[in-house]
């Protein structure tokens, strides 16, 4: 049982090692639903799982790249149960901005760090993010597609997949691999029906009061097809 879920979201702010000038300003956040390329009420969710069960169908799914699974980089057993219904429509972008990895058994190791921060310091349930991006270009497993996250707060976190990147972008981008490896997850999510055909990306700040995702990677998701604002 989650003793603590999380309200304001792991960023810069949920980052022990984080100096002060990485916290939060002040700014406008969205609310679900409201922003440019909302789609209708009506859109239902039917026609999403259609869809992802069609590219099912024509063997789509089977694109997706591996992800390394909670065993692999030695994670903890979670406690967390809450499942998320799918298929979601967003999809919130974060980075740790903590420590980056460029290496498989530097990116386990970052990731068992993250997860022991949230569990033994915060008190939640699991490692917040249902994703991990790495500089290896890998994506390491957290809550997974069909548990609750805790990454962005108590509206957000059902109703979206949260993905951290390893490190801290304010002053740099993360490497071509690692962006690719995010976007091929989304991908993925949508072929297997976890998320709609016409998602959402927001980056932390757009929905939050801080600096995460970072300046530069807020600036590189902002080109990804399904960046909304």
Not at 47 to 57: K, M
Not at 199 to 221: C, F, M, N
Request: with cysteine; net charge positive.
């Amino acid at each position: 049982m989650e003793r603590r879920q999380q309200e304001a979201g792991p960023g810069a702010e949920a980052n022990p090692r984080a100096p002060p000038s990485l916290r939060s300003p002040q700014r406008k956040v969205r609310r679900p639903g409201v922003g440019r390329g909302a789609p209708p009420p009506g859109m239902s969710t039917s026609l999403a799982v259609a869809a992802g069960a069609l590219l099912a169908l024509l063997g789509l799914g089977a694109c997706c790249s591996p992800v390394v699974a909670r065993s692999a980089w030695q994670a903890r057993a979670p406690g967390c149960s809450q499942r998320l219904q799918h298929p979601l429509r967003y999809v919130v972008v974060s980075h740790t901005a903590g420590s980056p990895c460029h290496s498989p058994a530097s990116c386990q190791q970052q990731a068992r760090i993250v997860q022991h921060y949230h569990q033994q310091t915060l008190g939640w349930c699991d490692v917040g993010y249902n994703f991990l991006i790495g500089e290896d270009g890998n994506v390491y497993e957290g809550r997974g597609w069909n548990i609750k996250g805790a990454h962005t707060g108590p509206t957000w976190n059902p109703i979206s997949i949260g993905i951290t990147f390893m490190g801290n972008y304010m002053e740099r981008v993360p490497p071509k691999r690692a962006l690719q490896a995010a976007l091929n997850l989304l991908d993925c999510g949508v072929a297997r029906g976890f998320l709609r055909p016409k998602y959402e990306v927001k980056g932390h700040r757009d929905v939050q009061q801080t600096l995460s995702p970072g300046d530069q990677l807020y600036e590189a998701i902002q080109s990804w097809p399904h960046y909304r604002e």
